[in-house]
């Protein structure tokens, strides 16, 4: 079963806002069998959503639209619909009640004829009916084609996919299981690991699909089985990720794309009681930002110091000066002491520091451009590594905040029992 995404919104086409809503949807048809032909965005053009939709017809068995059906002048795709399908439009009771009940519960005022509008839907359709939002959703038919419409909205966009349409396509298809597998790794590049796993790939079952997700400092290996036979897949799967630890274990940090090295990190510390701040410099607080995305991070993360300019060093985390006009603001020594400094701030088990040279400029230091500073306090001891992550400035950040989670969780590894 094959389905293309459409979203409709010169907002799209301009880079004004940038499109989630495919990415949302193709994971929930992903998960239930649906392979995702391709993803397209055309403009608020009516002769362009005509031709798109007869360019797709009978070409794959569900085409997944958003934009355009709100209640201005430019939300053109419901009469867009009714032009494709031979239609008119009518109003739906149902719908002007719940879009009535909406606007003038919360926001107090009556209903305009614009609001009213949006109860109007093509006569042949199916209303996938949108609890909270006013412009309902529509699923029609064509020969071989059914046509989904949905509002751009991405909560409005979330609650009918979930709601509406993978029910829906669940009850009414039959489909292939398809069923992911995602490693993460960290520490290696993409060729590296490639050369490591060249044998065991090689050998995968041809039902068994491997891409690399590559990212600084860390590469994804998926796996993918499709098959009819549940069981049969999960066992394959299983028996070649348990071959692949044994190549590569060593990097293997976690397993499917929600077990994200600050998720393991926090698990590790969670399970352990054990505590983390953090003293960044060229990471501008990044590291805190991934450790604190996770729930539950307060029981183990304690605070932090983004310490920024030299200055900052000196008057927050107390770095001496002389340490600094010896050794240079970007060094070994003064990592070292960011960390334990931190360590000692907030009385944590960890703490970990950066600084460095991310570029363009070099700033308070004659490093070269790309060199960091990685320092890493234990219970036990103090680590310090230095790195040249090169350029861009972006690359150099992304890179350290990378190699200081892989730091971090190795050491973790080291110090429980």
């Given at each position: 079963?094959?389905?293309?995404?459409?979203?409709?919104?010169?907002?799209?086409?301009?880079?004004?806002?940038?499109?989630?809503?495919?990415?949302f949807i193709a994971k929930s048809l992903d998960k239930i069998g649906v392979d995702i032909h391709e993803m397209?965005?055309?403009?608020?053009?009516?002769?362009?959503?005509?031709?798109?939709?007869?360019?797709?017809?009978?070409?794959?068995?569900?085409?997944?639209?958003?934009?355009?059906?709100?209640?201005?002048?430019?939300?053109?795709?419901?009469?867009?619909?009714?032009?494709?399908?031979?239609?008119?439009?009518?109003?739906?009771?149902?719908?002007?009640?719940?879009?009535?009940?909406?606007?003038?519960?919360?926001?107090?005022?009556?209903?305009?004829?614009?609001?009213?509008?949006?109860?109007?839907?093509?006569?042949?359709?199916?209303?996938?009916?949108?609890?909270?939002?006013?412009?309902?959703?529509?699923?029609?038919?064509?020969?071989?084609?059914?046509?989904?419409?949905?509002?751009?909205?991405?909560?409005?966009?979330?609650?009918?996919?979930?709601?509406?349409?993978?029910?829906?396509?669940v009850r009414e298809y039959n489909r292939p299981y398809i069923i992911h597998k995602t490693i993460l790794t960290y520490g290696q590049g993409e060729s590296l690991v490639a050369e490591r796993i060249e044998d065991?790939?090689?050998?995968?079952?041809?039902?068994?699909?491997?891409?690399?997700?590559?990212?600084?400092?860390?590469?994804?290996?998926?796996?993918?089985?499709?098959?009819?036979?549940?069981?049969?897949?999960?066992?394959?799967?299983?028996?070649?990720?348990?071959?692949?630890?044994?190549?590569?274990?060593?990097?293997?940090?976690?397993?499917?794309?929600?077990?994200?090295?600050?998720?393991?990190?926090?698990?590790?510390?969670?399970?352990?009681?054990?505590?983390?701040?953090?003293?960044?410099?060229?990471?501008?607080?990044?590291?805190?930002?991934?450790?604190?995305?996770?729930?539950?991070?307060?029981?183990?993360?304690?605070?932090?110091?983004?310490?920024?300019?030299?200055?900052?060093?000196?008057?927050?985390?107390?770095?001496?000066?002389?340490?600094?006009?010896?050794?240079?603001?970007?060094?070994?020594?003064?990592?070292?002491?960011?960390?334990?400094?931190?360590?000692?701030?907030?009385?944590?088990?960890?703490?970990?520091?950066?600084?460095?040279?991310?570029?363009?400029?070099?700033?308070?230091?004659?490093?070269?451009?790309?060199?960091?500073?990685?320092?890493?306090?234990?219970?036990?001891?103090?680590?310090?590594?230095?790195?040249?992550?090169?350029?861009?400035?972006?690359?150099?950040?992304?890179?350290?905040?990378?190699?200081?989670?892989?730091?971090?969780?190795?050491?973790?590894?080291?110090?429980?029992?």
């Amino acid at each position: 079963m094959k389905a293309t995404i459409v979203t409709i919104g010169d907002e799209i086409l301009i880079g004004q806002i940038v499109d989630t809503n495919s990415g949302f949807i193709a994971k929930s048809l992903d998960k239930i069998g649906v392979d995702i032909h391709e993803m397209i965005s055309i403009s608020d053009n009516k002769q362009h959503i005509l031709d798109t939709f007869s360019k797709l017809q009978n070409q794959v068995d569900l085409v997944i639209i958003t934009g355009g059906l709100g209640p201005t002048k430019d939300d053109i795709t419901k009469k867009t619909f009714c032009d494709y399908f031979e239609d008119t439009l009518v109003e739906n009771k149902e719908v002007l009640a719940h879009v009535t009940q909406l606007i003038e519960s919360i926001f107090k005022r009556p209903i305009t004829q614009m609001n009213r509008d949006q109860a109007l839907v093509p006569t042949k359709c199916h209303v996938l009916f949108n609890k909270v939002g006013t412009a309902p959703g529509m699923w029609m038919k064509k020969e071989n084609t059914v046509f989904i419409s949905l509002p751009g909205v991405p909560y409005e966009m979330k609650y009918l996919v979930e709601n509406e349409i993978i029910p829906k396509v669940v009850r009414e298809y039959n489909r292939p299981y398809i069923i992911h597998k995602t490693i993460l790794t960290y520490g290696q590049g993409e060729s590296l690991v490639a050369e490591r796993i060249e044998d065991w790939e090689n050998n995968l079952p041809e039902f068994i699909k491997l891409a690399y997700l590559p990212a600084p400092g860390r590469v994804r290996l998926r796996l993918s089985a499709r098959g009819t036979d549940k069981e049969i897949l999960e066992k394959a799967i299983e028996e070649n990720v348990n071959s692949l630890t044994k190549i590569i274990g060593d990097i293997i940090v976690g397993f499917d794309d929600s077990e994200t090295i600050e998720v393991v990190i926090g698990k590790l510390l969670a399970q352990k009681k054990l505590t983390i701040a953090t003293a960044e410099s060229c990471t501008g607080g990044s590291i805190a930002s991934l450790l604190t995305s996770v729930a539950g991070s307060s029981s183990y993360f304690k605070g932090s110091v983004v310490s920024y300019a030299t200055e900052a060093k000196e008057a927050v985390l107390g770095i001496p000066h002389e340490l600094i006009e010896k050794h240079s603001v970007v060094s070994a020594q003064v990592a070292e002491k960011m960390a334990l400094q931190a360590q000692k701030m907030f009385k944590t088990d960890f703490a970990i520091a950066t600084t460095g040279n991310a570029g363009p400029s070099k700033g308070d230091s004659d490093a070269t451009v790309g060199t960091v500073f990685i320092a890493l306090a234990t219970p036990q001891t103090i680590v310090v590594e230095e790195f040249n992550f090169g350029e861009p400035r972006e690359k150099v950040i992304l890179r350290a905040v990378n190699k200081s989670l892989e730091m971090l969780q190795k050491e973790i590894l080291k110090n429980v029992v």
